[in-house]
């Protein structure tokens, strides 16, 4: 049920920004763009969610392509804190709201 | 105000035996979800539960089941063991009825179960 495409993995350098990529081709209207992430040993933590226009928060900065098939997450300076497996989930308010992880993105933050 | 947290934190089972795994939601959730993460991979939903009832359900055989209480707190129960059932379970916990509709969910640390 994952709809979602992500790298396996990347590296940043410490205090760089970081764009995480998410593709989503087959995302409906009714389609909500989740992140989480994931650090070790802790459960996943909300970064941002979206619907068709980009969104920012204290965290991080969501930006949605105009036909809505993939998205970005930016982290503006990435610092040790966040490396982590980042995930890029659809939710369907129609469907319910469980949601389906991928595999994800683990970010690598190089000192 | 507590988030969400689960009990125990790790557990050790061997084949066959039946396991219960406790989750609080955070103050003020009334819907709570169950997930499976099996090392290296991303979390898969097991099921979730609002107004005591399962609402919505993966794709799990009915050795899962799991409880609702009056107070939101859920169960989660696993019979009949697996070795493939050792895994990091997580619960979430959400808000069925809040504003807003993406009912985002924030999750526990997880209970570690192994079978051995």
């Keep these: 049920d994952a709809k979602t495409t992500q790298p396996n993995s990347m590296e ?14 087959t995302i409906s209207g009714t389609d909500y763009i989740h992140w989480y992430r994931q650090l070790p ?13 980009n969104v920012n928060n204290r965290m991080a900065s969501l930006a949605i392509a105009e036909d809505r098939k993939s998205s970005t997450l930016i982290l503006h300076r990435a610092t040790l804190r966040d490396a982590a497996v980042y995930y890029c989930i659809l939710r369907d308010v129609r469907a319910g709201n469980q949601f389906y992880f991928g595999t994800g993105t683990s970010l690598t933050v190089i000192p | 105000d507590a988030g969400v947290t689960q009990s125990p934190t790790h557990l050790i089972k061997t084949r066959g035996q039946q396991v219960t795994l406790r989750c609080s939601p955070k103050s003020g959730h009334d ?21 005591e009832e399962e609402r919505q359900r993966g794709n799990f055989p009915d050795r899962f089941s799991g409880h609702q209480f009056p107070n939101y707190s859920s169960e989660l129960n696993v019979n009949a063991l697996l070795l493939g059932d050792s895994a990091l379970y997580l619960c979430a916990s959400s808000l069925r009825t809040g504003r807003d509709l993406t009912d985002t969910q924030y999750f526990g640390p997880g209970t570690r179960l192994t079978v051995l």
Aim: net charge negative; proline share 8%; aromatic share 14%.
């Design chain 1, 41 to 53: 040993s802790q459960g996943p933590e909300y970064v941002i969610h979206g619907l068709t226009s």
């Design chain 2, 31 to 51: 819907t709570v979800s169950w997930y499976q993460q099996a090392l290296g991979q991303g979390p898969q939903f097991i099921f979730q539960y609002y107004e």
């Design chain 1, 12 to 25: 940043s350098n410490e205090e760089e920004p970081v764009h995480l990529p998410c593709n989503h081709s």
